[in-house]
């Protein structure tokens, strides 16, 4: 039930934004902006804001802008209506699609900022060459993320870790599974 609220209100705001893109891509060409309706159907409420006619329906899947240059019933005075230009037609139009572009990036945006999962770090350290490292049985791509049971994060605490040790018993990972592995340290001169 709360799902599907929650999918009503988010129809609804996807429809005001792009409604209101449409009024802003008219104002912004000077046209004058007679009604805005948020949701479809009769009206539930409607009040005055400056010289437009806000509605509030009851259907949030949608709206309209009434502009009076493009459409010649909503011009105060059809007898002197002159259509405007195709491009300006286009470009109110457009408005509303590029208000729920914007609105999708922005939204991206701070979910990548506030929520985003942490994708580009890796918890132990990874093998990037067979060398050494295959004489232990790792490949390039395993990561190792425990020597006897001490977290390793770099090469430093990899010697560390191993420094002075005949054997040591390493937990790593493989394309995501676990993968434990006894190993001899090589002695460095």
Excluded: Y
């Excluded at 000077?30 to 006619?53: A, E, F, K, N, Q």
């Amino acid at each position: 039930m709360l799902a599907g609220v929650l999918v009503l209100l988010a129809l609804g705001a996807l429809a005001l934004v792009h409604e209101l893109g449409h009024l802003a891509g008219a104002r912004a060409l000077g046209l004058t902006v007679t009604d805005l309706s948020i949701g479809l159907g009769p009206p539930l409420r409607r009040w005055r804001l400056g010289d437009v006619t806000v509605a509030l329906a009851p259907i949030p899947f949608g709206g309209f802008v009434r502009v009076s240059e493009l459409l010649p019933e909503a011009a105060p005075d059809p007898a002197r209506f002159r259509p405007r230009r195709v491009a300006a037609r286009l470009l109110v139009t457009i408005a509303g699609s590029l208000a729920n572009l914007l609105l999708a990036g922005v939204l991206a945006a701070v979910a990548a900022l506030c929520c985003g999962a942490d994708t580009g770090r890796i918890a132990g350290l990874q093998v990037t060459s067979a060398g050494e490292a295959a004489a232990a049985g790792l490949r390039p791509g395993d990561v190792v993320e425990r020597i006897d049971g001490v977290a390793v994060a770099s090469v430093e605490e990899l010697g560390q870790a191993l420094a002075g040790k005949r054997r040591a018993r390493l937990a790593a990972r493989r394309a995501g599974r676990p993968l434990a592995l006894e190993v001899t340290p090589l002695e460095r001169g």
